[in-house]
């Protein structure tokens, strides 16, 4: 599975690999999938999610950015409606970096507990 995360300072996209290589065991699930098809459509689905998730904090991290440039080039023409202005982009400003936060710590949480509930899984394999 390639993960790829764009940097925020400088645009450029970063590529993380999180194949997992262990060795198959096939056995026969409901229908025509065996336990390692089955984990690998949920692997899939986890990472898209986060994927997804990712996507939705660099949109936030986008907007920020443009928001303080926003609020810089208020505050260089020292005009009274613009300074007035950069107080509700400051809010919005406060408010995203809370967004950021709490989708970061749902990042750490459903990352951490989909790795508990894979290694609960490969525990729980047969060896053969």
């Known amino acids: 599975m390639l993960m790829t995360t764009r940097d925020s300072s400088s ?69 009274a409606d613009n300074m007035v202005k950069n107080v509700g982009l400051i809010q919005e400003i406060n408010g995203n970096i809370s967004k950021v936060v709490s989708l970061y710590s749902d990042l750490s949480s459903n990352f951490s507990t989909f790795f508990h509930h894979r290694n609960d899984n490969a525990n729980a394999k047969p060896t053969n």
């Open 11 to 79: 645009g450029a996209e970063s590529s993380m690999d999180f194949n997992h290589q262990e060795t198959p065991t096939k056995r026969s699930v409901s229908g025509s999938l065996s336990v390692d098809e089955e984990e690998e459509a949920e692997d899939a689905e986890v990472w898209d999610q986060f994927n997804r998730r990712f996507r939705e904090v660099q949109a936030v991290l986008d907007r920020n950015r443009a928001l303080i440039q926003q609020v810089n080039d208020n505050h260089r023409s020292r005009v």
